[in-house]
């Protein structure tokens, strides 16, 4: 059984910046605000606080690129991963 991961943005430290909008489409979406929000699956933007969401199996290695991109240490990427 594989560990299922999610996602979420910390609106504190987001810098609309559009890295994780770049590296992973098929979970983060720019909202009128100018800032990324993750996306469920069937593409509806979560802009609730702390809002949360499932990776899809297929866009892990671009989530894991953006997180690294954006400065989270790698040792710190595990089952959960937060911006």
Known sequence: ??????????QDLCTGDGICVQEARDV?????????YVKNADGELLTATAAQTDV??????EVVEA????????EDLG???GF
Do not use: K, N
Not at 1 to 10: L, P
Not at 56 to 61: F, I
Not at 67 to 74: F, H, I, Y
């Open 28 to 36: 983060f979406e720019f909202d009128i605000d100018g800032l990324a």
């Open 56 to 61: 899809p199996a297929g866009a892990l290695v």
């Open 79 to 81: 089952v959960e991963i």
């Open 1 to 10: 059984m594989t560990a299922q991961h999610r996602v979420w943005i910390d």
């Open 67 to 74: 997180a690294r991109l954006r400065g989270v240490d790698e």
